[in-house]
């Protein structure tokens, strides 16, 4: 079972005990998953249908309480999902007209006929309830989560540009900041950082998917802290080993041309302390001097070295 389809389950259990946020709910899934049909004489219908038969059991639930009907709902083997069923309910006549109406779904026009409404009308989500209810409905009907181990992405797909920014100015009452792109012949609504999609869980009602979401964002949060530091102590590694290389390579050129002896004594003391402890730090180093020096006087006295390896090979013609 996918990460997103866990956080549908989930959701499809979670009961608002007011009407008017069983409503709210409602029409967010009738506008996400259910289709308009004109019938000729039997006039107005609604199909609404989903693959996923907690989804489906939980709109059958919602138009009994809100409306008091009751619907048949019917499964077919769905081709394009392989083994999975289809599963849809057909609302026909004067019931479907009352369920699109008090959904917000139709609006009745100037000259008496009826037109579909691709806007989020206010009176469906008037209160907190209601808009946390609606965007639960949302992405029960057209919504996926990505896996967080793989990355962060929420999204929900919409048939409509006007009803895809109905979508993101609920997302942004509560400070979510929802990006909307066209694919297709359809509207992406999506998330993208992990404290927005967090948080979004937590609204609409996903707590144990929250919780699942954190650990993973966590454990991944320690591991990408855990590689970083270690790839900087690595390239800090490289570096001081390089660094070692070169003042050695230095100090044993100048012992083969002019002799160690050449030296300044402070610096000659420090060679010959660098050749016998060849794995030492520079702070350790330092310890061995008389008197001893800190980590930057012995960085410094080796740069030193390096300066006067540097201009006998330039003098001797071995650059």
């Known amino acids: 079972m996918s990460f997103s389809h866990q956080v549908k389950e989930e959701l499809s259990r979670v009961k608002d005990e007011e009407r008017s946020c069983e409503l709210a709910e409602l029409s967010a899934l009738i506008h996400t998953c259910g289709y308009i049909e004109v019938h000729g004489m039997k006039g107005i219908a609604v199909r609404i249908s989903s693959e996923n038969a907690a989804i489906i059991k939980k709109i059958y639930v919602l138009i009994k309480e809100v409306f008091g009907f009751r619907q048949e709902v019917c499964i077919k083997r769905n081709?394009?999902?392989?083994?999975?069923?289809?599963?849809?309910?057909?609302?026909?006549?004067?019931?479907?007209?009352?369920?699109?109406?008090?959904?917000?779904?139709?609006?009745?026009?100037?000259?008496?006929?009826?037109?579909?409404?691709?806007?989020?009308?206010?009176?469906?989500?008037?209160?907190?309830?209601?808009?946390?209810?609606?965007?639960?409905?949302?992405?029960?009907?057209?919504?996926?989560?990505?896996?967080?181990?793989?990355?962060?992405?929420?999204?929900?797909?919409?048939?409509?540009?006007?009803?895809?920014?109905?979508?993101?100015?609920?997302?942004?009452?509560?400070e979510l900041k929802g990006k909307i792109i066209a694919r297709k012949?359809?509207?992406?609504?999506?998330?993208?950082?992990?404290?927005?999609?967090?948080?979004?869980?937590?609204?609409?009602?996903?707590?144990?998917?929250?919780?699942?979401?954190?650990?993973?964002?966590?454990?991944?949060?320690?591991?990408?802290?855990?590689?970083?530091?270690?790839?900087?102590?690595?390239?800090?590694?490289?570096?001081?080993?390089?660094a070692a290389l070169r003042q050695l390579e230095s100090i044993q050129y100048i012992d083969s041309t002019v002799g160690l002896k050449s030296l300044p004594e402070e610096l000659y003391e420090l060679a010959v302390i660098r050749l016998e402890n060849r794995d030492l730090s520079l702070k350790e180093l330092g310890q061995l001097l008389n008197p001893p020096l800190g980590k930057s006087g012995v960085n410094h006295r080796l740069k030193k070295i390096e300066d006067i390896a540097k201009k006998i090979r330039e003098q001797r013609g071995d650059v």
């Open 185 to 242: 012949n359809n509207y992406i609504v999506y998330l993208k950082e992990g404290e927005q999609i967090v948080d979004f869980l937590n609204m609409v009602g996903a707590h144990k998917a929250l919780l699942d979401f954190e650990n993973v964002r966590v454990f991944k949060d320690v591991r990408n802290n855990v590689n970083r530091i270690v790839n900087c102590e690595t390239a800090n590694l490289s570096k001081t080993v390089n």
């Open 79 to 174: 081709r394009y999902l392989g083994k999975h069923n289809l599963y849809f309910i057909t609302i026909e006549g004067e019931n479907a007209f009352k369920i699109l109406m008090e959904c917000g779904i139709i609006l009745i026009t100037s000259d008496g006929s009826w037109d579909i409404n691709n806007k989020i009308l206010d009176r469906i989500i008037d209160g907190d309830r209601e808009k946390r209810a609606y965007l639960r409905g949302a992405f029960l009907g057209c919504g996926s989560l990505n896996d967080p181990e793989k990355g962060y992405h929420l999204e929900m797909v919409v048939r409509s540009e006007e009803y895809a920014f109905s979508i993101g100015e609920l997302l942004r009452f509560f």
